[in-house]
């Protein structure tokens, strides 16, 4: 019956003091305050089943032995530009007071080959070669029971190339107030420094979150990529964006009040925009792409509209 969640209700012991709790949820989260082995009871109940009730134990063991996982790597010949070879050195941390690693404690597992590799003792060194340039995730995984943070990971994602090259999208105009949404396409790289031109603080993050910029202007953005597993180890790029501000479309008009059968002249002053829609009330239109002044012969009153855009 714990194996269904056809029961009607369940009552959970912990084993550690803190009472029976019955509930008609499936599941139930309980937390330890400390070390030991409990024993934990389910009882399912279903009054419509012949035999209403059934239980199972579980032993469950609570440790605060946590390990602390982390590694580096690093280009096994740098002289080779061309070569795609990494050694990985798994720096985990024992907890304190130290319980040493087994050398079966940890396993590789890299994406282009996803079975998983016993690592060296910890300090050691294992080399991975990859077959091409890319992007790869590479875990550490953590398989000895005896930690409480069995089965942690870390996973660290890399960007495999012979030269970094820095380079960034965002789009190159907008309209202030604008929010910058930027997509970092650079190859390889393990540090990212942002400048957003604007005198603001910048960022480290290989993809900065969107930034905003208030005011009207011209701004360089500007990254530098560093990454000492290739061979110009350094790569800059920059690029610009113009933010104007939004368009306010003014027009005025002679002769005024217009005369029937005589040529209105109309005279542009918008201010910010690149492109004017002329909406005519005599169902007339036109675009343009300048401020000039037009001469249009309405066949009628009615209603002038201009359209700006940016």
């Known amino acids: 019956m714990q ?51 059934d239980t ?8 605060n032995n946590e390990s602390y996982l982390d590694f580096r790597y690093d280009k096994t010949n740098r002289a080779d530009c061309n070569s795609l070879s990494f050694d990985f050195f798994n720096t985990s941390t024992a907890p304190s007071p130290a319980r040493p690693f087994k050398d079966s404690s940890f396993v590789w597992v890299f994406s282009d080959n996803p079975t998983p590799v016993v690592t060296s003792p910890v300090g050691q060194s294992d080399t991975h070669s990859f077959p091409a340039p890319g992007t790869y995730n590479v875990s550490l995984i953590l398989v000895d029971t005896g930690y409480c943070n069995y089965p942690d990971t870390l996973t660290k994602q890399l960007f495999i190339a012979a030269n970094v090259k820095a380079q960034f999208e965002t789009p190159a ?24 031109g604007d005198g603001g603080p910048g960022s480290t993050d290989r993809t900065p979150a969107p930034h905003f910029y208030p005011n009207p202007g011209t701004y360089t953005i500007s990254l530098k990529v560093v990454d000492s597993t290739t061979c ?24 005024l009040p217009p005369v029937p059968n005589t040529p209105t ?46």
């Open 3 to 53: 194996q269904s969640k056809e029961a009607l209700g369940w009552t959970w012991n912990f084993g550690d003091g803190s009472g029976d709790i019955k509930t008609t949820a499936y599941s139930e989260t309980h937390t330890y305050t400390s070390i030991g082995t409990f024993l934990v009871t389910l009882i399912a109940i279903d009054s419509n089943t012949c035999n209403v009730s």
């Open 56 to 63: 199972v134990y579980k032993n469950i063991t609570v440790q």
């Open 173 to 196: 105009i907008g309209c202030a107030p604008y929010t910058a949404v930027i997509n970092n396409t650079s190859i390889a790289g393990q540090q990212y420094y942002w400048d957003f």
């Open 232 to 255: 110009n180890i350094v790569d800059s790029t920059q690029e610009t964006i113009t933010l104007q501000g939004k368009p306010t479309p003014v027009f005025d008009f002679t002769p």
């Open 265 to 310: 002249v109309f005279t542009n002053s918008s201010i910010g925009g690149i492109r004017y829609e002329w909406i005519f009330g005599d169902g007339s239109s036109t675009v343009k792409l300048t401020m000039e002044q037009l001469v249009q012969k309405l066949g009628g009153g009615g209603l002038v509209d201009l359209r700006e855009w940016t």
